[in-house]
Antibody, heavy 118, light 107 residues
Framework: EVQVVESGGGLVQPGGSLRLSCAAS????????MSWVRQGPGKGLEWVAN????????FYVDSVKGRFTISRDNAQNSLSLQMNSLRAEDTAIYYC???????????WGRGTQVTVSS | DIQMTQSPSSLSASVGDRVTITCRAS??????LNWYQQKPGTAPNLLIY???TLQSGVPSRFSGSGSGTDFTLTISSLQPEDSATYYC?????????FGQGTKVEIK
């Protein structure tokens, strides 16, 4: 079964750091671009970051540039999101998603909750 | 950034009704438009990609059309299980952006 499973969410104070992970299975991970998408409480969806299948090209939404880093380990079939200098507005469910043909999200995880609060 | 505007923000319709949701981009995005369905407490699910291509496993009552700046998602005969929020999303230019969502309720 093709699936991605997120982990690593939790409660963190403003200014703190958190590292999210996404474990992929059921497909050849190294063949696909991957993404993080988030959803604030009661809000819509927001694209956060993309990483190309080799890991060299990375793209971010402006609001997280310089604070978040997307990375991957193709040998371990895993995707990560290192989040530093966290703000209250980063509070959201973070979804790991597979990109098909680089253009659309065809496989989603269940998400992991990140709460930034003192 | 490209702004994606959906209308209406919410709608209520009866089982069997034809439902249409519109998505407008603030500039041309060719056919780089995708539609997702999200039910409460679950992850989004891909319905339509490249404006009009039905994702495998999605019921044929769902269809998409449009190009450039104006797009439409149509449910030809609304079913109880279609109660959800629907989002459009452009993948033409980074940053990729979503519409604000359209909540569909069953009368």
């Amino acid at each position: 079964e093709v699936q991605v499973v997120e982990s690593g969410g939790g409660l963190v104070q403003p200014g703190g750091s958190l590292r999210l992970s996404c474990a992929a299975s059921g497909f050849t991970f190294s063949n696909y671009w991957m993404s993080w998408v988030r959803q604030g409480p009661g809000k819509g969806l927001e694209w956060v970051a993309n990483i190309e299948n080799g890991g060299a090209e990375k793209f971010y939404v402006d609001s997280v540039k310089g604070r978040f880093t997307i990375s991957r380990d193709n040998a371990q079939n895993s995707l990560s999101l290192q989040m530093n200098s966290l703000r209250a507005e980063d509070t959201a469910i973070y979804y790991c998603a597979r990109l098909f043909s680089r253009w659309y999200f065809d496989v989603w995880g269940r998400g992991t909750q990140v709460t930034v609060s003192s | 950034d490209i702004q994606m505007t959906q209308s209406p923000s919410s709608l209520s319709a009866s089982v069997g009704d034809r439902v249409t949701i519109t998505c407008r981009a603030s500039q041309s995005i060719s056919s780089y438009l995708n539609w997702y369905q999200q039910k409460p407490g679950t992850a989004p699910n891909l319905l339509i990609y490249a404006a009009s291509t039905l994702q495998s496993g999605v019921p044929s009552r769902f269809s998409g059309s449009g190009s450039g700046t104006d797009f439409t998602l149509t449910i030809s005969s609304l079913q109880p299980e279609d109660s959800a929020t629907y989002y459009c999303q452009q993948s033409y230019i980074i940053p990729w952006t979503f519409g604000q969502g359209t909540k569909v309720e069953i009368k």
